[in-house]
């Protein structure tokens, strides 16, 4: 069935290192590739998302990559700060694009000042 | 601003009650899902609406209904609660953004214990 598998599960890095999130999807049918950042007793946030006719997309210090050919989009972040500590959820949607999404498991970044 | 509101944010209840978990949005929007987050196995569907009085079931349906009579307001049943059903219920609503794209927003959460 539709899968998303998000690696890996938990992420350390020092505060101005930067960090990379890889997620991949099984439907090639899928257009759309949001990210959400869930801060600790928080609702998960959209951060940034990329569609299918595009590449890549940055938003300041957080970007996002697609490669539709190996079914795998990526967020990276660069000189990370404490506050980007939070769980953060890859999604797709699914081949019936009803409005769906499928989401990877989450990875728990750490950034240590 | 999307504002998508849950009745509580924290709620106890003891095996067998009957709990009601209320979500609303402002937005108009066609779709409400209710998730439930547990540590290490992410966001799981549990079931999504539609319409109004429609609904389909998500990846774990098993224990839960739901109800959607206005377009504003989904309910997330529990009909026997029981231990197992301890987690955190996140609602959702989303709404199309054009070229077959649906975004989505997530209310706060609730934090339901089963004792």
């Known amino acids: 069935g539709e899968n998303v598998e998000q690696h890996p599960s938990t992420l350390s890095v020092q505060e101005g290192d930067s960090a990379v999130i890889k997620c991949t999807y099984s439907d090639s049918a899928s257009n759309y590739f949001p990210w959400y950042k869930q801060e600790l007793g928080k609702r998960p946030q959209l951060i940034i998302d990329?569609?299918?006719?595009?590449g890549e997309k940055k938003d300041q210090r957080i970007a996002v990559t697609l490669n539709k050919t190996a079914k795998h989009f990526s967020l990276h972040i660069t000189e990370t700060q404490p506050e980007d500590s939070a769980v953060y959820f890859c999604?797709?949607?699914?081949?019936?694009?009803?409005?769906?999404?499928?989401f990877g498991q989450g990875t728990t970044l750490q950034v240590k000042p | 601003d999307v504002k998508v509101t849950q009745s509580s944010r924290y709620l106890v209840k003891r095996t067998g009650e009957k709990v009601f978990l209320e979500c609303v949005q402002d937005?108009?929007?066609?779709?409400m899902f209710w998730y439930r987050q547990d540590p290490g196995l992410g966001l799981r569907l549990i079931y999504f609406s539609y319409d109004v009085k429609m609904k389909e079931k998500g990846d774990i349906p098993e224990g839960y209904s739901v109800s959607r009579e206005k377009k504003e307001r989904f309910s997330l049943i529990l009909e026997s609660a029981s231990t197992n059903q301890t987690s955190m219920y996140l609602c959702?609503?989303?709404?199309?953004?054009?070229?077959?794209?649906?975004?989505?927003?997530f209310g706060p959460g609730t934090r339901l214990t089963v004792l």
């Open positions: 990329i569609r299918s006719n595009v």
């Open positions: 999604a797709a949607t699914p081949i019936s694009n009803t409005g769906k999404l499928i």
């Open positions: 937005m108009d929007h066609e779709n």
């Open positions: 959702a609503s989303g709404g199309r953004m054009g070229q077959g794209i649906f975004e989505q927003f």
